[in-house]
């Protein structure tokens, strides 16, 4: 099969055949459709992912859509000719995505949405799974609660909205001036960071109570401000909790705190089973019109994928990167 190999940290992706992956019991072979880009991406290829490190040379590629090729043994819920999606490799060791073929864990698959292409359906792994763990698993998110998601235009944080608002809460998501319409478009309320501080946003979208859920996907000095947003007894998520940071004011509101890390499953084998049944409910959302991921127009194939990560590194995509692998 032809492949994107890397072969050193921050190297140009080298095009070559490689062997197809053997097939092992409980595994399924996947021919690859499309492979999204994410940032995370960007720091493997660097180097500068000390939690996600792939040895080289490697084939990158966390995120795929494609169809089935063949099933091993002990594999009954997937057959040829299914169409399926999930967050399958491109670290610990994992064979990514930027490849033609895959032979993955068939817990991390799942049905790919029917009204979805398969572009659209290799961006949403990565980043439904994380909105999920964060909302849904740690924060128990539900009807009538108000949620605050911070970066509400981005990967996760496009998703996010929309998992909470299918659960029924009020959705409120910071962004920059620009993104302002979009966010509306997803049914939040937008809320420019730059021009109202925490406490004004905080009196006139809760009266000053505070969000039962802030969902941080930027981290650092955004962390900071979530523990002033939270409500009293509520709970703050985020994405890069990996700095220090004050807790006196999550203490002073009795709320809690929870960090995602969605490699964990990939990285160690525990939980591959509960990605699987994320996906499953991404899949459910999707078809029922609640979730539609946002994918950049461009095209990008295993030759041009340099040009795929050229293109996060310029911060100008109208939503994910998608390499077509297909």
């Known amino acids: 099969m032809e492949a994107a190999v890397l072969d050193g940290q921050g190297a140009a992706f080298r095009i070559a055949p490689v062997p197809r992956p053997a097939l092992q ?38 995120d795929l859509a494609g169809t089935v090729e063949a099933v091993g043994d002990g594999v009954t819920e997937f057959q040829p000719g299914d169409d399926v999606y999930g967050m399958t490799g491109g670290v610990g060791g994992l064979q990514g995505s930027l490849a033609q073929y895959a032979a993955v864990d068939a817990d991390l698959l799942a049905p ?43 990967g996760v944080g496009h998703i996010a909205v929309q998992i909470a608002r299918a659960f029924g809460a009020e959705v409120f998501a910071t962004g920059s001036a620009a993104s302002q319409v979009y966010i509306k478009r997803l049914g939040a309320v937008p809320i420019d960071y730059r021009a109202m501080s925490v406490e004004n946003y ?14 941080d996907t930027v981290g650092g000095t955004t962390l900071d401000a979530s523990f002033n947003a939270v409500a009293r007894f509520g709970h703050v998520v985020s994405v890069l909790g990996w700095g220090t940071h004050a807790l006196a004011p999550l203490s002073f509101r009795a ?26 409910e991404a899949t459910r959302l999707v078809e029922a019109g609640k979730v539609i991921p946002r994918v950049d127009p ?25 390499v077509d692998v297909g």
């Open 202 to 215: 905080v009196a006139k979208y809760s009266d000053g109570r505070g969000f039962d859920i802030v969902y």
């Open 25 to 62: 019991p409980e595994q399924v072979l996947v021919r690859i459709a499309a492979s999204a880009v994410n940032p995370l991406d960007l720091k493997i290829r660097a180097g500068q992912a000390a939690h996600a490190r792939q040895p080289l040379p490697a084939i990158l590629g966390i």
């Open 255 to 280: 709320a809690s705190y929870s960090g995602v890390f969605t490699l964990l499953p990939m990285l160690t084998g525990e939980g591959r089973a509960h990605h699987g049944e994320i996906m499953r």
């Open 112 to 154: 790919k949405p029917a009204n979805l292409t398969m572009r659209q359906a290799a961006a949403l792994p990565l980043i439904f799974i994380t909105a999920w763990e964060g909302l849904v698993d740690r924060a128990a998110v539900h009807a009538g609660q108000k949620v605050l998601v911070h970066g509400g235009a981005g």
């Open 298 to 322: 461009r095209n990008f194939t295993l030759s041009s994928a340099d040009d795929a990560y050229r293109a996060i590194e310029a911060n100008d995509a109208a939503g994910k990167i998608v």
